[in-house]
T-cell receptor, first 114, second 112 residues
Framework: DTAVSQTPKYLVTQMGNDKSIKCEQN?????MYWYKQDSKKFLKIMFS???????INETVPNRFSPKSPDKAHLNLHINSLELGDSAVYFC?????????????FGSGTRLTVV | GDSVTQMEGPVTLSEEAFLTINCTYT??????LFWYVQYPGEGLQLLLK?????DKGSNKGFEATYRKETTSFHLEKGSVQVSDSAVYFC???????????FGKGTRLHILP
């Protein structure tokens, strides 16, 4: 069983479209995250949710909207996609304090906007 | 603000060579420090961690020691293998929230 699973793995879409990426974790973790990894591999946090409550909301365009229907799921919806949104988006989860256990990452969704 | 600085890559070594990837950090207080590894096409995996000064994290032959006096957490391995080829990320958590701040990653190529 995959601990943190993301779908789809690859997403190619045109500018201006709206798309969603889904994430599910079966670890029983309370906190989930979205990170964006750019073409130079730089990772930047976008959002985090703890038990369905938004905790971290970094400076991200409001075209990006996370949704957490329950603590095992965190989806990312992106409106009016732009070329600069092309990146790999990683979902992650944590439990019991990041200090001791860090994150468990999904395998990523590669988004290409053409 | 808090940040992590890693040596620029790519780093190319021959199999069985000694590896060092430098990492320094800037943070107030006493952060926890991590090394993550990303193999091609995969997500990041926690490699090792240290939560206080002078702690040594180790895993799979890799080691890193939390040096508060030099604000460093350099990654070392005595004898690298081709299978160690990956991107390595140094990271910190400030211990006041759940955010992990990552360095820009160092790509490692090991030649047979």
């Amino acid at each position: 069983d995959t601990a943190v699973s993301q779908t789809p793995k690859y997403l190619v879409t045109q500018m201006g479209n709206d798309k969603s990426i889904k994430c599910e974790q079966n670890l029983g973790h309370d906190t989930m995250y979205w990170y964006k990894q750019d073409s130079k591999k730089f990772l930047k946090i976008m959002f985090s949710y703890n038990n369905k409550e938004l905790i971290i909301n970094e400076t991200v365009p409001n075209r990006f909207s996370p949704k957490s229907p329950d603590k095992a799921h965190l989806n990312l919806h992106i409106n009016s996609l732009e070329l600069g949104d092309s990146a790999v988006y990683f979902c992650a989860s944590s439990q019991g304090g990041v200090t001791n256990y860090g994150y468990t990452f999904g395998s990523g969704t590669r988004l290409t906007v053409v | 603000g808090d940040s992590v600085t890693q040596m620029e890559g790519p780093v190319t070594l021959s199999e069985e060579a000694f590896l060092t990837i430098n990492c320094t950090y800037t943070a107030t207080g006493y952060p926890s420090l991590f090394w993550y590894v990303q193999y091609p096409g995969e997500g990041l995996q926690l490699l090792l961690k240290a939560t206080k000064a002078d702690d040594k994290g180790s895993n799979k032959g890799f080691e890193a020691t939390y040096r508060k006096e030099t604000t460093s957490f350099h990654l070392e391995k005595g004898s690298v293998q081709v299978s160690d080829s990956a991107v390595y990320f140094c990271a910190l958590n400030r211990n006041r929230d759940d955010k992990i701040i990552f360095g820009k990653g160092t790509r490692l190529h090991i030649l047979p």
